[in-house]
């Protein structure tokens, strides 16, 4: 007798987006001049790497390796 292999549901993880306050940006820009690793300053603001490149590119200011 063949058993079927039960199936998984995996959940699928929902994204939840944060948007950057006032006061995320002001930081953001402070790191910026002190030139913070990228690393550093994800892990205060609690968010990823990426958003932090991401949203540098739109305001103009430069992070890590993009100096």
Do not use: C, N, W, Y
């Amino acid at each position: 007798m063949a058993k079927k292999a039960a199936k998984k549901k995996t959940a699928k993880k929902r994204l939840i987006r944060h948007p950057f306050t006032k006061e995320d940006v002001k930081t953001l820009k402070a790191h910026s001049k002190a030139r913070t690793p990228v690393a550093k300053i994800a892990k205060e603001l609690k968010r990823t790497e990426g958003s932090l490149r991401q949203k540098a590119i739109k305001l103009g200011i430069g992070l890590g390796h993009q100096r």
